[in-house]
């Protein structure tokens, strides 16, 4: 069974996890500037918009201002979720990742996972990605969720289904403005097929990258929205990765594979 995230607003990313410092670095760098301040929070509090955002046990502090030390347990030891041992009501996953009545909707072995909520379905290689934890559409304001990470923590994928959004065009624009992704501010990524800027609008599907970098250190963020061409359910991929100068021929292979396997 995954790790059960703590149940909240869906931009307090992956707040319980302890991520390694250099993605912290990294996704400041997408957010805008290596200015930003590291500075460690409660898991179960959720900061205020002029405060940053969560991710990975940290809040990322807009005004780049860290006024307040955390300890060396704080920065190494997640936040543990009261109810992060599943009870018998929650279920348990099935052979193929279908869930149980109410049950996690994730195979870990078999690397599958059914939405609970909106039944689509996708596959991952256990070999290859991490199943950080999930959270449901009943506890998580109407968004079934996955999290998954590769195992050197270079690449965090984000999968989040959902009937919230008009269009995949306003789950992109809502996805990049809860990770404080600003377009104005942040490079693109090129295409390396066409040499334009990578951006998808089409009907069913919208995509963007953006990408940043200080030196040695940078980052890139790609937002895929997908839509079920029979129902209002879109799934928002969310991928944080370390790799800058050749996203696309390095880190987003392996991204891919996960969002083509999407059945609705």
Known sequence: MPQRLVPGRSRDLIR?????????VAL?????????????T????????????????????????DDSTPGADEAATPVADDDATPGADEGTPVAG???????SGVDEDAGTY?????????????????????LQAAENAGRDRIDLTNEDETSTLLIEGSEEWADTDECVDVLLAEIGVDPAIIDPVEDPETGDTYEISEDGRSAVAYSASDGDEGATVLIDCRQDEGSDVIVGFTNLSLEFEDYFGVAYPAVEDILDSLEF
């Open 28 to 40: 400041a760098l997408v957010l805008g500037t290596m200015t930003l301040g590291l500075q460690a």
């Open 42 to 65: 409660d898991a179960r509090t959720a900061a205020p918009p002029d405060q940053g955002v969560h991710v990975a046990g940290w809040a990322i502090n807009g005004s780049g201002e």
């Open 97 to 103: 990742g279908t869930p149980a009545a109410g049950g």
């Open 114 to 134: 059914t939405s609970p909520a909106y039944g689509y379905s996708l596959a991952f290689s256990p070999d290859d990605w991490l199943v950080l934890g999930e």
């Open 16 to 24: 319980s996890w302890p991520f390694s410092g250099h993605l912290l």
